[in-house]
């Protein structure tokens, strides 16, 4: 089973710039997809983006196209979420994950609060 640990989250204002990264730990990191979640206020979880073992194939959630982008630094067994334009909404609980495929994630971070002021 992977360990994962998240960084980076905290307050910033809008139109700003946040990056988060996801530690994991354990088995071989490039054997797994990687994603990002985010859990508002509200208490909506919402597909942020997902990244492929070998990050050849990104996929983003329409909230987030285009604003943010993942990638994944294999020797350093990390993912990023590199959050562009920020906007209040964006303000949740960002969670990584990871597993064997994008329709599968099995283990998670521990959540990081990112909260955007308008």
């Known amino acids: 089973q992977v360990q994962l640990v998240e960084s980076g989250g905290g307050l910033v204002q809008a139109g700003g710039s946040l990056r988060l990264a996801c530690a994991a730990s354990g088995r071989t990191f490039s054997n797994y997809v990687m994603g990002w979640f985010r859990q508002t206020p509200d208490w909506e979880r919402e597909f942020v983006g997902a990244i492929t073992g070998r990050g050849r194939s990104t996929y983003y959630g329409a909230s987030v196209k285009g604003r943010f982008t993942i990638s994944r630094d294999n020797a350093k067994n990390t993912v990023y979420l590199q959050m562009n334009s920020l906007k209040p909404e964006d303000t949740a609980v960002y969670y990584c994950?990871?597993?064997?495929?994008?329709?599968?994630?099995?283990?998670w971070g521990q959540g990081n609060q990112v909260t955007v002021s308008s």
């Open positions: 994950a990871a597993g064997d495929t994008i329709e599968g994630f099995d283990a």
